[in-house]
């Protein structure tokens, strides 16, 4: 199994430098599964305060292309579909992504993620994802 270490090393090696400004955090690892989370403020806010669409897309994207990795033990997915539901606007202290695998074939995968403020229970986002397997 892919630990948290090994996924972060994943986020730094394999994402551009204006994704990994966004101070991503590694918080859970599954076979499938990866949790996200990046810490809220005037960076990645727009007026009021709240967090904006893209810094949400793009860790949403993140977390996705990492829980697939994992059913891999390597990096390979690249980004084929994202379609984004904004349900309500974030203002908590952090914005939180839960990437779940729903399939994985042999040259695509699917996913659906979850985003999250300060209550998990209240998604403010959800995403659906399409993904390639590139193989190196």
Excluded: K, N
Excluded at 33 to 53: E, F, K, Q
Aim: aromatic share 6%; proline share 4%; net charge neutral.
């Amino acid at each position: 199994m892919v630990d948290a270490a090994t996924v972060a090393a994943w986020l730094e090696a394999h994402f551009a430098p204006w994704v990994r400004e966004l101070d991503i955090r590694v918080e859970t690892v599954e076979t499938g599964r990866v949790l996200l989370a990046v810490p809220a403020g005037s960076r990645i806010a727009r007026v009021g305060g709240i967090v904006c669409g893209q810094a949400t897309m793009a860790l949403a994207d993140t977390a996705m292309a990492l829980a697939l990795a994992t059913t891999r033990g390597t990096f390979v997915p690249t980004t084929v579909t994202q379609t984004t539901t904004f349900l309500r606007p974030a203002r908590g202290a952090r914005l939180a992504a839960d990437a779940r695998v729903v399939r994985a074939g042999r040259t695509l995968a699917y996913g659906e993620i979850t985003l999250h403020d300060d209550d998990p229970g209240r998604p403010v986002a959800r995403a659906t994802s399409t993904y390639m397997f590139l193989e190196s």
